[in-house]
Every structure is written in structure tokens, then in C-alpha cells.
């Protein structure tokens, strides 16, 4: 008779893959995840399938912690652009808090292995700024994939949390600079 599924271990298993992601990309191997996590290679598939469905399942449970973060800051009686500056430093904060998980989402949200469900739900999750509308009237992104205005954005907060944690002294410097360049970006048309 097989052992019930623990939530901790699942858990474990959801935190390593992250990290191995973090590390080594998509291709991080189920053997690297397992080890990670402390359990056997059989147990991971106890849990999940595929390493699709790992994947899939981790970005959802990592992403809904950085939706949460973020989505508590916000105050919505404020107008649009200090709404996505509270959005954009809850980002930057929880990512330079965080920074093997915001590496591993970032990286399998440029990828094909999130199926649509995942994406369906990634879209209930994040706090709405307004922001979506904004960024669909920019003449930037018109008639684009939303992709690319997603990869536009990881590109920004990516540099912006690189330099930050480089120099922690002046991350606040970089938070309103990468700031300033995502605003003018997304919030603005060309």
C-alpha cells in the first residue's frame, strides 16, 4: 500500500525544482530536483507525472506567492501610475528577496512548457493595476504577441534586480530608475 502524499514534500519538491531551475534552465533534470528536495527520483513522480506537470504546477505555486506580495501593497483608490509604482517595487522587493524563484518564473514564462490552463490561471492571479489595459492601448504592443510585452518587462525588472542586489546601497536608485523606464515603456504611447 502506498504512503499518503505529504504537502511538505510536495512543497520541498515545488521549491527545488525552482531552484533548479534557477541554476541550470528548463532542462534542469528530475535526478537534480529530487536530490535537491531530499527525496528519491520515484517519490518526484509520486507527486507529479511529468516534469511538465512539475513545472507547470511549480510555476503557479511560486508565482501565486509574488501575486500575493505584490497584490497586498496596492491601494486602488490611487490613480494608475502609483499604483504600477507600488506594483513594480513589491516586484522588485520580492524578487531581491526571492531571487531563485523570480528566475525560475521568469524563465518558464518565455517558454512553451506552460500549457494554456497555467496560463489561464496566471492571469486570474495577477493584481490588477490596470496596467493590462494600459499596456493594450500602447501603441508599442499593438497587434503584438502579449509575449513580447511580458518579455519587454522581465528584461527591465531583470536588470533592475541584477544591479540592485549588486549594490544594495543603491537599490532604491534602481528600483526608480528601472521604474521610470517601465512606465515610460508601458504607460505611455509612442
Known sequence: ???PKSEEKRTQLL??????????????????????????????????????VLFNEMYLHIFRQLCDATGAVLDPSQPLLQRAEMSWNSY???????????KA???L?????LTEETR?????????VGLMEACEKSELFEGL?????DAMFIA???????????EPARADEYKLSGFKAFARIFLTSA
Not at 120 to 128: A, G, K, N, V
Request: hydrophobic share 50%; aromatic share 10%; charged share 20%.
Open 1 to 3: 500500500m502506498a504512503r
Open 15 to 52: 521549491h527545488a525544482a525552482a531552484e533548479a531551475i534557477a541554476q541550470r534552465g528548463v532542462g534542469a533534470p528530475t535526478a537534480m530536483i529530487s536530490a535537491m528536495a531530499g527525496v528519491a527520483e520515484g517519490t518526484l513522480f509520486r507527486y507529479f507525472p511529468t516534469k511538465e
Open 92 to 102: 522588485i522587493d520580492w524578487g531581491l528577496a526571492h531571487p531563485a524563484w523570480i
Open 105 to 107: 518564473v521568469n524563465q
Open 109 to 113: 514564462g518565455m517558454t512553451d512548457i
Open 120 to 128: 489561464d490561471i496566471e492571469r486570474t492571479l495577477f493584481p490588477d
Open 145 to 149: 504577441n502579449i509575449a513580447f510585452g
Open 156 to 166: 527591465i525588472a531583470d536588470a533592475t534586480l541584477r544591479f540592485a542586489a549588486q
